[in-house]
């Protein structure tokens, strides 16, 4: 018998997270929620907030304010570093670099994946990901900047470089990103420069596969591609990008065959993903096997083996080829909730059963796809279908309605109001302001 209230932490306030909380709000439990972005993040309209549609504001909700009606939930600023679970203590690192423990009885983990540069660890400073609030504003100054850079050039390959955008990865994020660099270039900044025509705008997806976007049916993606391709977005299938530098990339045909070079002077990279490091640690230190990615097995009820008050939810888990989506990370969250009020009445868990209620991805303005089951929709019936599963999924209701402004007022016009970007430490020196701070390598 313990003489307090049963205690669980949750690591990580996504998708998951958030709705295991909510699953516990109002329970005869504590619950401290440890994220180390202190909010909830909507990472589907990531790819918005880096084109300048959307402001971080409307994809973001601060944790404290999401759970300031629930006496029982703490929420907490960290980044949750070392697991002892014995001692069933968490340590976490503020952001001064000095580090706090938090004690738990039960211990949620839902920290979810990162950008995966598949052993190549160098591309991340030419090619940033996109998963985080950080990633969406850098890949917006980079966006932005090349166009005001290529403004200030002579014609030439330097200035092609500078108006050439490649995307790595074929899938929902990539697709998303490359129609909007082309959308940018043809409807928002068209008729704004004097020296350059955006339109000119080169935009590379290149993808392993034979088609984008497989998690899709084949037709839906073949109209999706027939899409991307009318926007003027070149697709380079059937390669693998196995350079990234500076001035650009190399892509080498799966089949076999020369090595390709692209100039361009943005790269974004949506290729893969892997575990978060304290997932990885999660593993080792409680001996639970885990795939190439980092994904932990788990038992029916998401727990983890020989330690039935760790559970595990969302894009961290490897059981049953769960996919790696929102819906799967809320019902993951719901469900460890429900198994935790059923122990406070003494009733066993259930295992966990994943509902697939579909997928959708946009293409371009007026243009999405919709899988549901057997009903396969495209085009204009899909992009509805997508705005409503989307402003249905964002946390707030002042989010919903903000958000759904400004696509009203954006929709009938080009432009977009939410494109500015700052350039960084006004310290740094005038190359590392323009070119991702942390750049190291000399132009060859
Ligand atoms: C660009 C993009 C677009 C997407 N589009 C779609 C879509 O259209 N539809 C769809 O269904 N899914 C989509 N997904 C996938 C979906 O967002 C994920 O499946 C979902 O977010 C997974 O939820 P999660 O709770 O497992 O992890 P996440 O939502 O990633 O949350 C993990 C949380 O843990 C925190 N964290 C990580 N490490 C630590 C640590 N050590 N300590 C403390 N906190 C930590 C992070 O800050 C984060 O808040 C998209 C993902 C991305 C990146």
Known sequence: MTDH??????????????????????????????????????????????????????????LREEFAGHRNITTLLGEALELDPDSRRVTARRPDESTFTVDYDVLVVAAGMRQSYFRNPQFEQWAPGM?????????????????????????????????????????????????????????????????????????LLFDGGDRVLKSFAPELADR???????????????VHVTDVRREGVTVTPKAGGPEEQYAARTVLWTAGVEAVPFARHLAEVVGAPSDRSGRIEVEPDLSVAGHPEIFVIGDLVGRDDLPGVAE??????????????????????????????????????????????????AGFPGWLGWGFIHIAALTGVRNRASTVATWMATIGRSSRYHRAFMLGDSHATSDQRYTWSTCTEEPS
Not at 231 to 237: K, T
């Open 224 to 238: 999706a591609a027939g899409t991307l391709q009318r926007l003027g977005v070149e697709l380079r299938l059937g």
């Open 328 to 377: 799967n990370a809320m019902q993951g969250g719901l469900h460890v909730a429900s198994c935790i009020r059923r122990e406070l009445t003494g009733k066993p868990r259930r295992r966990y059963r994943y509902r697939d209620l579909g997928s959708a991805a946009y293409i371009s303005r007026g243009n999405a796809l919709l899988q549901v089951g057997p009903i396969r929709i």
């Open 5 to 62: 209230r049963t205690r669980v932490l949750i690591i990580g306030g996504g998708f998951g997270g958030l709705f295991c909380a909510k699953g516990l709000g109002g329970a005869d439990v504590d619950v401290t929620l440890i994220d180390r972005s202190a909010g909830h993040l909507f990472q589907p309209l990531l790819y918005q907030c880096a084109t300048g549609t959307l402001s971080i504001g409307h994809i973001s909700r601060p």
């Open 131 to 203: 998963k985080t609030l950080d990633d969406a504003l850098n890949i917006r100054q980079r966006l932005f900047t090349a166009f005001e850079i290529a403004e200030t050039l002579p014609s030439g390959p330097d200035r092609d470089a500078w108006l050439t955008f490649a995307v790595a990865g074929g899938g929902p994020t990539g697709v998303e990103l490359a129609g909007q660099i082309r959308e940018m270039a043809t409807r928002t900044l068209a008729n704004e420069f004097h020296s350059i025509e955006p339109e000119d705008a080169r935009v």
